[in-house]
């Protein structure tokens, strides 16, 4: 009997902790690990193969002898960043410490179109309707409302946007005897942040329930295992008191990138939105992050978004009307796109 | 599919509710604890590496026995933070499970003569785990549940120390069909949230899969050493332990332990 029991409690004490031989890490991260967790990961969960026509087994060959030669950490980091820059995607990073790998040239080939110092020194400062609302600079340019929302990583609420729809419609608040003739949207180098201030923006100016988007989730490893589309949709949410019908205009330039991408996409969905300067950077996918065996973080895009036009947003979304800064007037301390936007509200 | 996946998920739930003390019971304890522990996790939804942390634990229950059976019906919560020496990453894991186990008295695998008591029945159990990583944006928020239908063990042996009547018992499970619900493979968004903008809770349970012993395998201990006063209640010191391995599309391996201090009030 004894004997039994002994048994017993030894089996359910030898149950009890032995899980540890089960969860079990490599200790020795070979350089070979490390390249092929990143290739297999982006492999089975990186969303845009298919729509970038990417040969990623071909990057595979081209990369991994050099990534298993590599003598030093800053070597394995620069070749395994080569080799995620075929994806030419601004949302695929490694930070391994002493550096982010980086893929910029969808905006670095372009022209900047943008410089907040003259913005800030002719039209802002100048201003006495200038304040910094949130993280929304706002102002009255020539009896046009102004907004310069730098990121969408500062969050905006739709208590800020009434606010701001408030300011520019009741006279005794602003310099002005009327309400403004318009508004602009200038998100010109904004690199993104939370797609949740893109919908607070774009639903207070949505007058009606309109579906702007389909969003794809991977959820298998081949490179077309998507989920079926989830259908996204900007409808009014704010003060009801204070609708704002009137023209809008939205800046964008090259590094209007990721959640400023959508927003500029959900904009143009608008009846009375006008897209003016370049074609957005792109950002059309959310970016997940992972951890690499060495303790390296990653991330990069795991989902799709195709416009209510059928457009893929990754590529950008283009201007209703194109327009590139011109230099002379910037020297003189002229934004020419503000500019075109005021004419553009006013002309309407 | 849909339907028979959805059937199970009310069973479960059933049996862990409705069944609880439908017959006259002799010793009927309500059961608090508190106490700490260690987690372990390798997920690989969310990393390669191992994350393991200390944390505490509660929990809340009731536990009943008569001449022909013996319920236990217990919630726990944990909440554990998780880190890697690797990345410097950190998670912290909020973790609460539940369960109701019955054990047929006359299913005996001792003999009646014997003082220790071995005996078989069932439990039904829910686990419902929550990740956030701290360091990671869209997908930070990980959750993961399971509903499990096992064949349990209650194992009892009472003793004297001190010329004090004590008990030491193990209750053991190894869940044999369970139905588990991860994030998509390449996301935080659990199956049924896609295309669904107004989320209930059941909805926290759908789109999962049944899964038994082949690509899941958990088995769950709960070690007791009890001292019941004169007055009929009493205390105790429980060991709690799980270990889950699961070869999903991101395969996850997790262990758990718990040391609480537990009061029994007669009820």
Redesign the interface.
Known sequence: ?KT??LF??CL?LF??????A????KEEISNEDVFN?LWETVD??Y?FFTDKDIDWDAAYDRYFRQARQAENSIELADILGQMLGELEDGHVNISAGFDVTRYWNWYLDYPTNFNFDVIERNYLEPSADYQISGPLYNTIIDSVGYIYYESFSSSVSTSLMDYIILKFTAPQIISLEDEVAGLIIDVRNNGGGSVNNAFTITNRFAAEKTKVADWY?????DHD?F?????RYIEFEGDEDLPFNKPIVVLTNRSTYSAANFFASMMSFLPNVTLIGDTTGGGGG????????????F?FS??RTIDANGNNIEFGVAPDIYHNLDSTLLIEGRDSMIELAIDEIKNN | MIKRRIIFVIVCLLATVISYGQEQEKDKFLITSVGGGYSSLLDEGISPLFYSGAGGSAAIGLSSQNEKNRQQFLVKFNFNVLTTERSGGEIYAYNTSGHYQYFFNNLSLLSDSQKAKLIFGLEANFNIAIRNHQFFTNNALHIDNRLALAPAFYFEWPFKLFNQDFSLSSTMSLPLLNYAVRPLFASTRLPSSIGNTENNYADYFKGGDIISWGSYFKIKNQLRLQYLFKTGNGISVDYHWFYESYNALNPIKAGQHSLMISTLFQL
């Open positions: 009997m039994k029991l017993v409690l359910i149950l009890s902790s032995c899980e540890q089960f969860i079990k890490e967790h089975q969960k969303s989730y991977k959820n298998g490893p295992d989920t079926e589309a989830e259908a959310l970016p997940i992050n992972n951890e690499l065996p060495n303790g390296w973080r991330r795991a989902t």
